[in-house]
């Protein structure tokens, strides 16, 4: 009986206090009409009657904008008060492989026929999906802010059914562009070797001649009108350092050689738009990164630098070639060298050499056709047995607009990967992809 006494009594004050908070807003209502009344009544007893329109003071007006407005029009925006763009594309890809490839979901190179012989495979994933936004604003008439932020479901340590995110882009971006200077803070893409062939192969030629990923990094890009049709845009970057820690000493666990270096790698590009011989202007690019890792169980330090050049001529309105190509060491993390940055026996940098060229025909009404070669050819000598000596990648893709959002694609390559002493492995790729834009 004490229990329903005690409930009924904190029932009652709850009543007691709704009823309270009804009467006094329906009271403050009557408040306002009263006074929207006499507001009105007024004015219009101030005129003739043949005549009478209301005109109301500033104070007036003011007073009954206070008075209609809403709640809602005092609330913040659900997403922000800056402008949000939501981009992306949702796409399934099924793939078949007449040897077994590394490492399956897409192929980065061709594993040795030593122990996998014309091995096959199917695959079929849509952790490709890609989902980003922007946002733009504020702008002060001369400075310019801006963000982005991007993700893919291709993180590592997922299963197939239960993928993992992959942050892809998060940056903010100060631009002057009076001044042609812009700032970026935040991860994107490297600033040298920028280009990438339209493959529907996700690694875009990674390890089979197109170096260069996506890691933290402050940039300074400012460019220079030298003429009504010649303009020159400079790059500089400091960036994080993404070590290769295959060279560890197992007594003492993983170490940070990247982090442990105590210093940011450097990277710069310079590239130059001009016409020459298309129809559009052509960007020839030059560019390279330095940077260092530190050893410590090995005491060692181990540079990383690449020399690049890039090449974008559109020839006339259905056929664009571009290309990239490289010299360097030390570039696993930079998808150069078949992914191997250490000699695994020696400790010592990899060298590589290589690049890609690719060339897009159409649209035509709603096809459009990608074809391209890529080659990623390690020095042989820096590399120890059963390590990657050659990557080669040829790939060609038509891809059929259904309508502006979405495309379906079809794509055959084949990869060749050689191997120190080893057999060579061959793999001939179909694969077949569904791509939904938005």
Request: with cysteine; glycine share 10%.
């Amino acid at each position: 009986m004490l229990l329903v006494f005690v409930l009924t009594s904190f029932c009652k004050a709850d009543l007691a206090q709704e009823n309270a908070e009804l009467r006094k807003r329906v009271e403050s209502l009557e408040e306002q009409m009263e006074e929207l009344k006499a507001l009105v009544l007024g004015t219009a007893k101030a005129k003739p009657a043949k005549t009478a329109r209301m005109e109301l003071s500033d104070a007036d007006l003011k007073r009954l904008s206070e008075m209609v407005r809403t709640d809602s029009q005092t609330k913040k925006p659900v997403l922000s008060k800056l402008d949000v763009e939501l981009y992306g594309y949702i796409k399934m890809d099924a793939s078949y492989d007449d040897s077994r490839t590394n490492p399956g979901n897409f192929v980065v190179w061709a594993d040795s026929e030593n122990t996998t012989k014309n091995d096959d495979e199917f695959s079929m994933t849509a952790n490709q999906t890609r989902l980003g936004f922007k946002v733009n604003g504020p702008d002060d008439g001369n400075m310019k802010t801006s963000g982005r932020a991007e993700i893919d479901f291709y993180g590592s340590g997922g299963t197939e059914n239960k993928a993992k995110l992959q942050l892809r882009h998060a940056y903010m971006k100060l631009d002057w562009p009076a001044d042609d200077v812009s700032i970026i803070a935040g991860q994107t893409s490297d600033v040298f070797s920028p280009l990438n062939p339209s493959t529907l192969n996700y690694t875009v030629l990674w390890d089979a001649g197109n170096i260069g990923y996506r890691r933290p990094q402050i940039r300074l890009t400012k460019g220079f009108d030298l003429d009504d049709e010649t303009h020159l845009e400079t790059a500089i970057a400091v960036a994080r350092t993404i070590g290769d820690d295959e060279f560890v000493d197992v007594t003492t666990g993983n170490e940070q050689s990247g982090e442990d270096s105590g210093f940011p790698t450097l990277q710069g590009r310079a590239g130059l738009t001009f016409p020459m011989f298309g129809y559009k202007p052509t960007t020839l690019g030059v560019s390279g990164h330095w940077g260092e890792e530190d050893y410590d169980t090995a005491s060692k330090e181990v540079e990383s630098w690449s020399v690049n050049a890039d090449l974008v001529q559109p020839v006339n309105e259905w056929l664009t070639i571009k290309g990239e190509a490289f010299l360097g060491e030390n570039l696993d993390t930079y998808f150069g060298g078949i992914g191997q940055g250490l000699n695994t026996a020696t400790g010592e940098a990899v060298k590589s050499k290589g690049g890609w060229i690719a060339a897009t025909l159409g649209p035509w009404e709603k096809t459009k056709y990608n074809f391209g070669i890529g080659i990623d050819d390690v020095k042989e000598g820096t590399i120890a047995d059963n390590q990657r000596a050659l990557n080669r990648s040829i790939f060609g893709n038509v891809v059929y607009s259904l309508n502006e959002n979405t495309d379906l694609g079809f794509e055959i390559s084949h990869w060749h990967t050689e191997w120190k002493g080893q057999k060579d492995a061959d793999a001939l790729r179909a694969q077949m992809s569904f791509i939904y834009k938005f």
